[in-house]
């Protein structure tokens, strides 16, 4: 079993910038692919980025990429989400899940274990 902790998450204006970590339990880390996805208040949890196993591959919701970076050190068991030129439509609680698929996984149903998610709110 895996335990992701999520952290890093506050209240920013318009333009700013957050980093969210998202700390793991087990040794099995690196044999995961690792994703964020975000829940805004009414709305259904959507995927935002996902990084294979080893962090060479990256993958993006079109609405945000070019602004958000996912990257992550297996050594640490920590995965980050970057994110630059915040929004007020990046308000949301945001989440880190594992899954034990290749390709950039983006279904909900595709990731085993979820964190308890942070919330990041942007005021305009």
């Known amino acids: 079993q895996v335990q992701l902790v999520e952290s890093g998450g506050g209240l920013v204006q318009a333009g700013g910038s957050l980093r969210l970590s998202c700390a793991a339990s087990?040794?099995?880390?690196?044999?995961?692919?690792m994703g964020w996805f975000r829940q805004a208040p009414g709305k259904e949890r959507e995927f935002v980025a996902a990084?294979?196993?080893?962090?060479?591959?990256?993958y993006y919701a079109d609405s945000v990429k070019g602004r958000f970076s996912i990257s992550r050190d297996n050594a640490k068991i920590t995965v980050y989400l970057q994110m630059n030129s915040l929004n007020p439509g990046d308000t949301a609680v945001y989440y880190c899940?594992?899954?034990?698929?290749?390709?950039?996984?983006?279904?909900?149903?595709?990731?085993?274990?979820w964190g308890q998610g942070t919330q990041v709110t942007v005021s305009s």
């Open positions: 990084i294979s196993r080893n962090g060479g591959y990256t």
């Open positions: 087990g040794r099995t880390f690196s044999g995961y692919t």
């Open positions: 899940a594992t899954s034990i698929r290749l390709g950039g996984p983006k279904k909900l149903n595709e990731y085993d274990y």
